[in-house]
């Protein structure tokens, strides 16, 4: 390097920063050995934010423009260099660029099942993944807390601390919201926006701002999954009578398209016979003895609401208002009604339940039952 190359790189005549990277959140302006001239110019493009620190301590910070450095527009560093009376001479100083736009795409995840409560199944084990984006919300916050001297500080630098942090309020949103498992996958949305509402005083003391939380996937243990779609399996057949009516008829028509029909299907003449009892009795035709009758239904035990404080309850079997009655929570004046009643009726006056005070005794004279 040449004596001119030498004097000349010691002066800085701007000082500014072209980001040409997708992570990069700090970025220490390059100064070894070098000084910033006395009426250099400073760029600060859009979604960044300057900074000066002097000796460790933080000084003047510019938003988005172009400034002549002067005593004028460095008060703090001046009071911090001791120019009173301002300065023409170079100066030293390191200038951080911070950048202010949002960084998208960061992946959050469960790393193990999120325990809670269901509502109809019970204690369930929940993992959830998603996306998150973030942008620095105070520039001088986010250097003294996070970044300190770093040249270059990225976003996966503090990628892990932020998932955690996402994944613990998560988990604590989740467990409030009280939404039932099968419920969440139309709410993910709102359930996003909620925990991205939340989480936002977790990371202001870090100078932080979640701009957005996507929750892509909630789901439950694979064996819970397996569980939940035989149980839609049977949702989907409906009435098993008639889906094993279906199959039998379907087992028929397959045999019959065999060259030696049921028999030539290798179940053999006995077999066929038995294959034909057991259609039969699959499609409600049962294969009786001559002389033999079907028994009667089983008779239907009637069923009461009763009237409580003010509120319907029930419907009750016989057996149990026997119970209520024994215990006193079923008394002859309680109102009553089953379907087949055109009004409520006072339970004593009611054929099918006078037999449940025979040994109830009535209250004393002169008091309230």
Do not use: C
Request: net charge neutral; no cysteine.
């Amino acid at each position: 390097m040449g004596l001119w190359d030498k004097i000349s790189g010691q002066l800085i005549d701007i000082v500014e920063w072209v980001d040409d990277t997708n992570d990069t959140m700090v970025y220490r302006f390059p100064r070894y050995e070098n000084e910033i001239k006395n009426g250099a110019k400073l760029i600060v493009r859009e979604s960044q934010v300057a900074a000066f620190v002097k000796e460790g301590q933080l000084a003047d910070v510019f938003n988005p423009g172009t400034y002549t450095l002067e005593t004028r527009n460095l008060p703090i560093l001046s009071t911090l260099a001791g120019w009173k009376y301002g300065f023409n001479s170079p100066f030293k100083a390191e200038a951080y660029f911070v950048s202010t736009k949002v960084f998208t795409g960061h992946k959050w995840g469960t790393k193990n099942p999120i325990m809670m409560r269901d509502s109809e199944f019970g204690p369930v084990r929940l993992r959830a993944f998603g996306t998150f984006a973030i942008k620095v919300s105070d520039a001088p916050t986010f250097l003294k807390q996070v970044t300190g001297t770093n040249s270059r500080f990225t976003v996966d630098e503090i990628g892990q601390q932020l998932r955690d942090m996402m994944v613990a309020r998560f988990a604590d949103v989740l467990g409030q919201s009280k939404i039932p498992v099968l419920d969440m996958a139309g709410n993910q949305d709102e359930l996003g926006k909620y925990v991205t509402a939340k989480i936002q005083d977790d990371f202001a003391p870090y100078g932080l701002q979640v701009v957005s939380l996507m929750v892509e996937n909630i789901s439950l243990p694979p064996e819970v999954e397996q569980a939940m779609d035989k149980r839609t399996s049977m949702g989907v057949i409906g009435n098993l009578n008639a889906y094993t009516q279906f199959q039998a008829a379907n087992a028929i028509s397959d045999a019959a398209k065999n060259p030696g029909g049921i028999a030539g299907a290798g179940v053999g003449i006995g077999l066929g016979v038995g294959l034909g009892q057991q259609v039969a009795t699959a499609m409600g035709q049962s294969v009786q003895s001559p002389g033999m009758t079907a028994p009667p239904p089983l008779p239907q035990t009637a069923s009461f609401f009763i009237g409580t404080d003010g509120k319907q309850a029930g419907p009750f079997d016989v057996a149990t208002l026997q119970s209520m009655a024994s215990s006193g929570q079923l008394k002859r004046e309680t109102l009553v009604w089953r379907q087949g009643m055109p009004a409520w009726t006072k339970a004593a006056d009611v054929s099918e339940l006078g037999s449940l005070f025979a040994s109830v005794p009535p209250p004393l004279p002169g008091q309230s039952s």
